[in-house]
């Protein structure tokens, strides 16, 4: 499956499985951004512009999949 993220330094994508926890992407979305991005700061919205934002760190355990996405 490939997941789209947006950041203020644009536009990625990651490769993960269904059954992957939004957790264990942490890495690879930090790789992304700027060396200096603190870990505790990444949020993950349903929308680009004022969908639901949840820490990744609350995600701990959630599966994509157990979000609906396919």
């Known amino acids: 499956m490939l997941l789209r993220f947006q950041s203020r330094n644009g536009q990625f994508r990651l490769n993960a499985e269904p059954t992957t926890a939004f957790t264990d ?4 979305i ?3 951004l700027p060396a200096d991005t ?3 700061s ?3 919205s349903n929308k680009p512009q004022g969908g ?7 995600l701990k355990g959630v ?3 157990q979000v609906g996405l396919k």
């Not at 992407?25 to 690879?28: A, F, G, I, R």
């Not at 639901?52 to 609350?58: P, S, T, V, Y």
């Open 63 to 65: 599966q994509i999949q």
């Open 42 to 44: 990444v949020k993950l």
């Open 52 to 58: 639901e934002a949840r820490k990744i760190a609350q």
């Open 30 to 32: 930090l790789e992304k």
């Open 25 to 28: 992407l942490l890495p690879q």
């Open 38 to 40: 603190d870990p505790d």
